[in-house]
Each structure stands twice: as C-alpha cells, then as structure tokens.
C-alpha cells in the first residue's frame, strides 16, 4: 500500500494536537483520510497502541471542536508491513464551517484543505460556508463572535420580569440547537457591531451641523440613547386660551418612537451600514438599509401588508412590549398626522427606506402665515395671528388685544368669515371665531 498526501489524504507519523486542524479542515472542505503511524514521505512506521490513540483523538475532537463533528469520523486499524496505523476517514460535515472552540468562528479557528495541509480559512470562505449552512436568514446564522455579553438585554427582559437564561435564549432564537450565538444574539448583544448615526442640523439643510451622536451597544440600548437624544430634540410651543395654556412639542411621541423602531425592526443587517437619524429645523428622517423585503412595494406596505425582514428580532421586541404587532408602526405614524395639516413621508429605494416627519409646530405656524399672506391690511394679519395662538378667541378678546371698538371688531369678523378665513362657533354671547 502506498501513502501520499494530497487534498484527500494528510499522513501523521504520531498523535499530536493539530491533527484536530486536519480533521477540520476535511470536514470544512470534500472530506479525506488521516493515517497516523505513517511519516510525510510514505513511510509506515506503525504505532504501538492505536486504540490509545483513536480515544485520544476522539476525546480531543469532542471536546475542542465545535459543532459536534464525531459524527463524522471512523476509525479503521490497519496492518500494513507487519504494523498497525490507524486511519480517520472524514466526511465533509453537515454543520459547516467547524472550528476550534476556543479561536471561535475566525481563521485562527476555522480551517480548510488547501492541497496537502490545513490552512486557516478566510472571513469570506467562514462567511459562505456559514449562509450554504444555515441559510439566507441572517438572524438565524451562527455569529462570527461567540464571545457576547448581554448585560443591556437582561435590563430589558428584567425591566419587564421576563426570564433570559439559555431556556428562553433559545426558544427566543438567539442560541442554536448546538448551544452555539446566532446573529440574533449578536444584535442583542453588548458587542454588536452595528451603530445609529443621529445628527442635528441648524437650519433645514445640512450645510451646518449642531451636534452629532453615534449610538452602539445592544440593539436595545441603541434604541433607549436614539430616543432619549430625540426628546431631547423634541421643543415645546405653548399657545394660550384666554388663560389656559396650552404645550404642543414639535413631533408626536408616538410617531418618533414608530418610526425609530421601524428603522432598527426592518433594516438589512447583513450589511454594516448604519442607521441615520437626521433633526433638521422643519423636520427628522430616519434612513435605514435595506430596501422593503419580500418582493412588497411601498404602497403595499401604506395599505398594512407587512414581510418581516428580522421576524425573530421583532418576535423580541414584541416580548418587550416595544410593539404591538407587525405592520401597525406606519399608520400609528399616519396616524398622529390626521388633521394636523401636513403629511408624513415614506420612501423606498432599491437598498434603502427613508421615514420623513415634518415638525407639527412647523406646519402650524406655516399655515397661519399662508393665511396672513391672502390679508393685505397689517390689522387683519393681527386678528388671525392672534386667533391662530389661542386656538379659538371671541369678539371681546379681539377688541382688547387690537384696541378696537365694538362696532370695528363686528365688521371686522364678518369680512374674515365672507373671505373663508376664520369660522364662527356658538351663538349670542357665546360666538367664538377660529381660523378655519
């Protein structure tokens, strides 16, 4: 019998730890054989106790190679001249890529065969073989990093007396049947490598920044610091009923948090790309990667048919009481909008969405002065201006604040209702006017 290495066969003349390399380099790769009691040039010099040596060899697979890959060796004791070698036959694994545990899922730890040794696999061969294994569903593919830490997600489920032991991690999604982190884990995780970028601009251009902020951390801390940054953001405007006061803030709550939460729910985590969040004078959009998933187009969408990209981050999510259920956060965002005067913008690009909310105090005070612009006399722009603020004002409170007379004021309103600017409410005593 001759022996010769190749990209099939990988000849030991004793047992040494980095016959593990091999081993997983044949079952990363087409498979193969490993003799041991043979030397590099092909000369069989037998080994003394080859059952040692195959328990030697199957203890140290079990316990430095991740997944499982016993299941893919056997063990054959052969005579050759008089002695005994032992040869490990290999199958190219199911579970591919296999490592060693403890270098991880990188090329220090992940090996293939590359004509007659093991050489460390490159980040894109870990990466292919990882998504041929596992699948196109990101969430579900074993995270590169299996060094996580969850202090931020453990805040969260206790915030909400919610249990995160490895039961729930794995039922949740974020630890594989092999005990192994999936990319969920990685989202959730203390090191995930994604990151929201938010930035205030002074005026509704970006020629002049104000400040900028990068958020990193767990998906959930990211999404605590993006929003409290937002409210921080969020100005009040306080308008005045006779002496009631009353504070409007320059967006909904609601619709910042939708669509905050859309922007980290629906991107495309495959890509390192950030999230941006962008504060102007006028407005915040929201811009995350990855276009809308599932062949659905944005006017699908607007009718509330939703295709989850990350099903099981917002299965997470949903556990949290973050949302309520898939599909709603664009017409909560509509929502806050009816009647408001002004539109929210939703667009949709081939590798992006972008989530426009126009400043509501914004709009307010742009409808008021559109009104003063149909009015040429600098009197009349006072009394609309002045309704606009109050919300609603009566006939005595015009006379007071432009200093007129009774019969002045009844002139006055009757020209605004005839041109369809103001409106009137309740009768006698008890009319009030609002702009209409």
Do not use: W
Not at 5 to 32: C, H, M, P
Not at 78 to 85: A, F, P, S
Not at 146 to 161: I, S
Not at 212 to 237: I, P, V
């Amino acid at each position: 019998m001759v022996f010769q290495e190749s990209n099939l066969v990988e000849l030991k003349e004793t047992y040494v730890e980095d016959i593990r390399k091999e081993i997983i380099a044949f079952a990363n790769s087409n498979g193969g054989t490993l003799y041991v009691g043979v030397r590099d040039d092909g000369e069989v010099t037998g080994i003394e106790d080859p059952d040692r040596v195959m328990l030697q060899i199957s203890n140290s697979c079990r316990d430095a190679v991740k997944p499982d890959i016993t299941m893919f060796l056997a063990y054959d004791i052969l005579d050759v001249e008089g002695k005994k070698i032992l040869a490990v036959h290999v199958q190219r694994g199911t579970a591919r890529p296999y490592y060693l545990g403890n270098k991880g899922l990188k090329p220090t730890g992940v090996f293939v065969r590359q004509g007659t040794s093991a050489a460390p696999a490159s980040d894109e061969a870990i990466r292919r073989m990882i998504k041929e294994t596992d699948g196109d569903e990101f969430e579900d593919m074993r995270s590169l990093n299996q060094e996580l830490t969850f202090e931020e997600a453990k805040k969260a489920f206790d915030f909400r007396g919610l249990a995160f032991q490895p039961a729930q991690m794995r039922t949740l999604g974020l630890l594989n049947e092999e005990n192994i982190y999936t990319n969920l884990a990685l989202l959730l995780s203390d090191q995930c490598p994604h990151i929201i970028k938010a930035a205030t601009f002074r005026g509704n251009t970006q020629d002049e920044f104000q400040d900028r902020k990068e958020f990193s951390g767990s998906l959930l801390k990211q999404l605590d610091d993006a929003y409290s940054y937002l409210d921080m953001r969020n100005q009040t405007e306080a308008s005045f009923e006779g002496l009631y006061r009353t504070d409007s803030r320059d967006y909904s709550e609601a619709a910042l948090r939708e669509a905050l939460l859309n922007a980290i729910v629906h991107r495309d985590y495959s890509n390192l790309t950030g999230t941006f969040v962008s504060v102007y004078s006028d407005r915040v959009e929201f811009v995350s990667y990855g276009g809308l998933a599932g062949g659905v187009t944005l006017e699908d969408v607007l009718y509330g048919l939703s295709v989850c990209r990350n099903r099981k981050l917002a299965n997470v999510f949903y556990r949290l009481n973050l949302i309520e259920a898939y599909g709603t956060g664009l017409q909560k965002i509509r929502n806050a909008y009816a009647g408001k005067g002004g539109e929210p913008e939703f667009m949709a690009g081939p590798s992006s969405f972008k989530v426009i909310l126009p400043n509501m105090n914004k709009l307010k005070s742009r409808k008021s002065a559109e009104n003063c612009e149909t009015v040429n006399d600098e009197e009349t722009k006072r009394v609309l201006h002045f309704i606009e603020l109050q919300g609603e004002a009566s006939r005595s409170d015009i006379e007071n604040y432009l200093g007129i007379s009774t019969s002045t004021a009844i002139r006055l309103m009757k020209k605004l209702i005839n041109r369809g600017l103001i409106q009137s409410v309740g009768k006698g005593k008890n009319v009030r006017y609002t702009v209409k």
